[in-house]
């Protein structure tokens, strides 16, 4: 593959926004049509990118993007969803907390939150919290998963079995067009399965680009939980689904 400036660029606005289009590449950066098309299939030929009418995604696979890259991504919306999300949580509730980037913002913006108990399998997460006092904070144990700081496994799933909790906040690595919500590793997707069945109101928390990527283990549909927040209006069929199911979409900025 021919390097040139503009790939590593591509490739950040790629995971950034899920999806990249050659109109508004070429007028990123100020160069042609035909251009653009190049760029987007050198880096299709290196597997880097998947083309598509119009432009390219992230290519489909079985592994997530690094986790240090993913807490990069969509900083601003992650807060904004974050503190929408922590207005759904009242005082005095119990509320679990899974592995993700977007439920540590959530953690951040509970803080000044009083009389609560968080139970999480995120160490990450645990961590956050001890800078509130007033919150009491159980980890369910498991198997360490060092890339994310996760708690996985049968001993995870056992832990969680044990409760029932007011709220879940979970997030996820991708969201198939049918409403499914999806993610790559199989033990993670027992520890969500069990979280959302011992949750009396569970909250998705996924940004836009999370509808522009595949992972391949199915965690449950979007009509097993209470409510999405996200960051964009949701395809349209999707939309209305959600109401079908119930399901509340609660976008923010």
């Given at each position: 593959?021919?390097?040139?400036?503009?790939h590593p660029d591509i490739l950040k606005i790629a995971q950034r926004e899920g999806k990249v289009t050659v109109e508004a590449l070429a007028e990123h950066f100020g160069v042609t049509l035909q251009t653009i098309r190049r760029d987007l299939s050198e880096l299709a030929e290196?597997?880097?990118?998947?083309?598509v009418h119009g432009g390219a995604i992230l290519p489909s696979g079985t592994t997530n993007i690094e986790y240090e890259e993913r807490r990069n991504l969509n900083q601003g919306s992650k807060v904004a969803m974050a503190r929408a999300c922590?207005?759904?949580?009242?005082?005095?509730c119990s509320v679990f907390l899974n592995i993700g980037t977007s439920t540590e913002a959530v953690a951040r913006e509970l803080l000044q939150h009083r009389?609560?108990?968080?139970?999480?399998?995120?160490?990450?997460?645990?961590?956050?919290?001890?800078d509130n006092p007033d919150c009491q904070i159980i980890v369910t144990g498991g198997a360490f998963r060092r890339s994310d700081g996760g708690l996985i496994g049968t001993l995870t799933v056992e832990?969680?079995?044990?409760f029932k909790f007011d709220f879940a906040v979970i997030g996820c690595s991708a969201m198939d067009e049918?409403?499914?919500?999806?993610?790559?590793?199989?033990?993670?997707?027992?520890v969500s399965q069990a979280i959302i069945a011992q949750s009396r109101k569970c909250l998705l928390v996924a940004d836009?680009?999370?509808?522009?990527?595949t992972a391949p283990a199915r965690i449950a549909s979007m009509g097993s939980v209470s409510t999405v927040v996200t960051d964009q209006p949701l395809p349209g069929h999707l939309t209305q689904k959600c109401v079908d199911w119930g399901t509340e979409?609660?976008?923010?900025?």
């Open positions: 593959m021919s390097q040139t400036f503009r290196a597997n880097k990118l998947e083309r922590a207005q759904q949580i009242p005082e005095g009389d609560l108990m968080v139970i999480t399998n995120n160490m990450n997460i645990a961590n956050i919290l001890v832990t969680i079995r044990q049918d409403g499914d919500i999806l993610d790559f590793d199989i033990q993670e997707v027992g836009h680009s999370k509808f522009s990527r979409v609660l976008v923010v900025g």
